[in-house]
């Protein structure tokens, strides 16, 4: 029995030793092998909850929810129907390269759902629909820049 616990002890030992040496190095992941012993230490980062933000409203959402009304009555006294962008930034279609789109081509939106999100210095605002409509085109291509005032879905109420 003692040999037991003098083992979870050299063990534990180990660990901490190894996470030390993690720390101070500022490693991600750290791995360990010794006959039947195997230790893997692997940080977890805060970054992670950084890059959420990219579904929480930003600071600049309200400012933004303003100025597409404006958009939208001069689009609408001009023909056709369009959503405009309410500042520069990269245009994407969906939260994540591997995630679905917001919308597509013939979907039907409601007011107040995310359509797209635009990343302006490095923060990813949401795009949100003021009024329910029918997405008949989207018209700038994913991950190229937009220009405030340009116009993004062509729709139809």
Not at 2 to 8: D, E, G, N, V
Not at 112 to 135: D, L
């Amino acid at each position: 029995m003692k040999k037991t616990a003098k083992t979870q002890e050299t063990v534990f030992d180990q660990v901490q030793k190894f996470y030390q040496f993690m720390n101070s190095n500022k490693l991600e992941v750290i791995e360990f092998s010794k006959d039947s012993t195997y230790i893997k230490l692997v940080r977890k980062h805060n970054n992670a909850v950084h890059q959420i933000p990219v579904f929480a409203p930003s600071a600049h959402a309200p400012a933004a929810a303003h100025k597409p009304a404006d958009n939208k009555q001069a689009a609408v006294t001009s023909g056709g129907e369009t959503i405009k962008a309410p500042m520069s930034g990269i245009f994407y279609r969906a939260p994540s390269p591997s995630s679905p789109p917001y919308v597509r081509e013939g979907d039907a939106i409601k007011e107040g759902q995310v359509i797209c999100v635009i990343e302006a210095m490095k923060v990813f605002n949401e795009i949100k629909a003021e009024f329910n409509c029918v997405i008949e085109k989207v018209l700038p291509e994913n991950g190229k820049p937009v220009e405030p005032n340009g116009d993004l879905f062509q729709v139809k109420r």
